[in-house]
């Protein structure tokens, strides 16, 4: 449990996690900010520096006198990770170009009293930013925070990457794995940093797997529960759910977007009209709404459909949202940023923030239009149904074609979101050197943004006479 009231279970989860990071610095996948951009670590040299919080554990143990028998070897020690990472010039002069930072935290007092333990709240996590290498827009930090005992929800939303700091957030969870916060452009970074191996997801899998094949009697099993159970990728929890059913007999399909492992009997009702042949999704929709009637039927998958549609509209809308912000944040970076690196940096952000923005609203356009569509045919049918069960003959003719065609449409967009947003992952941006002629325009634009705002702030200044 993450809450786990045991000294020594805290200390492990350090000592686990600093000694995967010390693996993650001698990876030739690891890309590092720098003062000169991003690049692979593995051409810069390395300097370590370890550390603990054992005088503080001191300390607190004397104030607690002794803490209530717990000995000092049981208690998480508070590791601490600096590591330098250095460019040789002219094989004889040396620079730091960037530091990485890891600093593990645990609840020692409440650990000590064997009080309840609590997650790391917004106040104290301040408290440990403070502690750590000053930010530098010369010298980019990229910080790890390790929680042993979790952060509180409000506390991820510190998690950013400016030009002179990347804040991570690392925390165990209750599935027995890990949970890694970290800007959204830096999934690769976040999957480097994750202490626990791809054998030991699996095998985490292969348990929730056994636990709930009693639903191979009635459901079946479905890659989401497993994944609420696992906190694990879906994309992995689909592969072992087709390993399973190769091994079992069990036949593995998707089945409305969803993977799902069950006997030939037991598909739910919705598809039984599908058992036992290998239709895709578009198929399947093409099969409801081409029979005549089953009113019930295609209401209900344009029920499915509309849902599905409205929450990729509202999650592109709440990028869309958070860009805004952003953008403001960029801008603010880029006048207060002292070396044209930093700005070539701040600038390549921007750009491709706003290239990202521009695909969401196209997105959003599209799906208002299919959902207005859907929820058109939505009327008809219901309408229809409404008539036919109170013994009414309906004079309007439904256009079965037109109502094929839209729901075929809006099935196969569903099927580009979804892979889309599994294949969706964002790699770091490269070093800054050249500058193409969107950036440079974007860059020069910014520029006199800058300057002018700082003529008229010394205007401003300027002493009357």
Not at 163 to 171: H, P, T, V
Not at 251 to 266: F, P, S
Not at 391 to 412: F, H, N, R, T, Y
């Amino acid at each position: 449990m993450i809450n786990s009231t045991e000294p020594n279970i805290h200390r492990q989860r350090q000592q686990v996690v600093m000694a995967h990071i010390e693996q993650v610095l001698a990876d030739d996948r690891l890309r590092i900010d720098t003062r000169h951009g991003t690049r692979l670590a593995r051409g810069l040299k390395q300097r370590l520096v370890r550390g603990d919080a054992s005088d503080e554990l001191a300390r607190l143990m004397s104030q607690s006198g002794g803490g209530d028998g717990q000995p000092s070897n049981q208690m998480p020690q508070g590791l601490r990770l600096e590591a330098q990472f250095i460019q040789q010039r002219l094989g004889i002069l040396k620079e730091i170009i960037a530091r990485l930072q890891v600093i593990c935290v645990s609840p020692m007092r409440q650990l000590l009293r064997n009080e309840p333990i609590e997650p790391i709240n917004t106040r104290a996590l301040h408290q440990v930013l403070e502690s750590a290498v000053p930010a530098s827009a010369k010298m980019p930090v990229t910080l790890i925070i390790v929680s042993t005992s979790g952060f509180t929800v409000e506390s991820h939303e510190l998690v950013d990457r400016r030009a002179d700091r990347i804040l991570i957030l690392m925390q165990p969870n209750d599935a027995g794995g890990w949970d890694i916060y970290a800007p959204a452009e830096l999934t690769a970074l976040a999957l480097l940093l994750d202490p626990e191996d791809e054998s030991a997801k699996r095998q985490r899998i292969a348990k929730a797997i056994r636990e709930d094949e009693p639903e191979l009697a009635s459901n079946g099993i479905t890659a989401d529960k497993i994944a609420g159970k696992t906190h694990l990728p879906v994309q992995l929890i689909e592969a072992e759910l087709k390993s399973y059913a190769r091994a079992t007999g069990l036949i593995a399909r998707r089945l409305d977007g969803r993977m799902a492992v069950y006997h030939q009997g037991t598909i739910p009702p919705a598809l039984r009209e599908a058992q036992g042949v290998d239709i895709s999704r578009v198929d399947r929709i093409k099969a409801i709404f081409s029979c005549a009637g089953q009113e019930d039927k295609k209401l209900d998958c344009l029920e499915d459909q509309r849902l599905a549609m409205a929450g990729y509209r509202d999650a592109a809308l709440e990028q869309v949202n958070a860009a805004t912000k952003q953008e403001v944040m960029l801008k603010r970076q880029f006048r207060e940023a002292a070396g044209e690196i930093t700005k070539k940096r701040v600038t390549q952000q921007l750009l491709q923030m706003r290239h990202d923005v521009q695909q969401c609203q196209q997105q959003i356009e599209q799906l208002n239009r299919q959902l207005e569509m859907l929820e058109a045919h939505r009327q008809s049918l219901e309408l229809a149904r409404q008539k036919q069960s109170a013994g009414l003959s309906s004079p309007d003719q439904l256009d079965e074609a037109q109502m094929v065609a839209d729901a075929v449409v809006a099935e196969e967009m569903l099927i580009r979101l979804e892979a889309a947003g599994e294949q969706n992952e964002s790699t770091s941006p490269a070093a800054v050197i050249h500058m193409n002629a969107q950036e440079q325009a974007l860059y020069d634009q910014l520029q006199r943004e800058t300057d002018t705002a700082a003529a008229i702030s010394n205007a401003n200044d300027a002493p009357t006479t």
